[in-house]
């Protein structure tokens, strides 16, 4: 519950340290997957690729060891990994990812809660933000209670840049709801920041989130930050992402 609660909030590093005190518990050993699940979600969504795919490896052991149990709170895991492998480019990876879920099944949470925000993610990696925000169209009203909770932030900030970044024209309504409801959470917001600072083309407001989202301790959003700043900082950026092990991202289209 902490783990999840401090991912709610935007707390990347408290949430990464209750999730290591999972991980590592002694009653956990011979269930690798129940013990690595959390902190696989919050690596994913921070960008450490490293520990993602050590992490998994653990994870898919004690998995199949299990019998390769359907329970559906090891589904954010999966699906995180899933998205890092995407971010490589590591198609054959991902399909194996892909395959786990499918065993795992099919829940609403995944359709429209932490599903959607490691889709996005991974669509907007990729240059593909009408794609991303056609998967986030639901209002986050409508979805939030049970199926979004911790990921409400996530959901309502990304499906904010996703309409910037496709010319939405209610860009700037969406924008005003999502910082409304993101208020106080460090990641969401600085993602609102960003997104707003593109549409504007405000440079110095697209850069002031760079330092936030290091702070915040999310290096993935600290280097597409970067990209999308463009020019030399673009190029930074790209050194960032492929030290984290990823694939070139799309720039930033025209403004």
Not at 48 to 58: A, F, K, P
Not at 75 to 89: E, K
Request: hydrophobic share 45%; with cysteine.
């Amino acid at each position: 519950m902490a783990t999840e609660a401090g991912l709610g909030a935007g707390d990347v590093p408290g949430a990464r340290r209750w999730a290591r005190q999972l991980a590592d518990h002694p009653s956990l050993a011979e269930v690798g997957h129940r013990a690595t699940c959390r902190l696989l979600m919050v690596d994913a969504l921070a960008g450490n690729v490293d520990e993602v795919l050590t992490g998994s490896v653990r994870f898919l052991d004690a998995w199949r060891r299990a019998g390769s149990p359907a329970r559906s709170f090891l589904r954010p895991a999966a699906t995180g990994v899933a998205m890092i492998h995407g971010l490589r480019d590591d198609h054959d990876a991902r399909r194996e990812w892909q395959e786990v879920l499918d065993q795992l099944g099919t829940t609403p949470e995944h359709t429209y809660g932490y599903g959607a925000v490691f889709d996005a993610m991974l669509l907007l990696h990729h240059g593909q933000a009408p794609e991303a925000l056609e998967r986030m169209a639901p209002e986050p009203g409508h979805v939030w209670k049970w199926v979004t909770w911790i990921w409400l932030h996530w959901y309502v900030a990304l499906r904010a840049e996703a309409a910037v970044l496709a010319g939405s024209p209610d860009s700037r309504d969406r924008l005003a709801e999502a910082r409304a409801v993101v208020a106080g959470n460090p990641v969401a917001g600085a993602i609102v920041e960003r997104a707003e600072a593109l549409l504007d083309d405000d440079q110095e407001m697209l850069l002031a989130t760079v330092d936030a989202f290091c702070a915040a301790g999310c290096p993935y959003q600290y280097a597409r930050t970067l990209v999308l700043a463009g020019g030399d900082h673009a190029e930074r950026g790209a050194a960032v992402l492929a030290g984290l092990g990823l694939a070139p991202m799309a720039p930033a289209p025209h403004r």
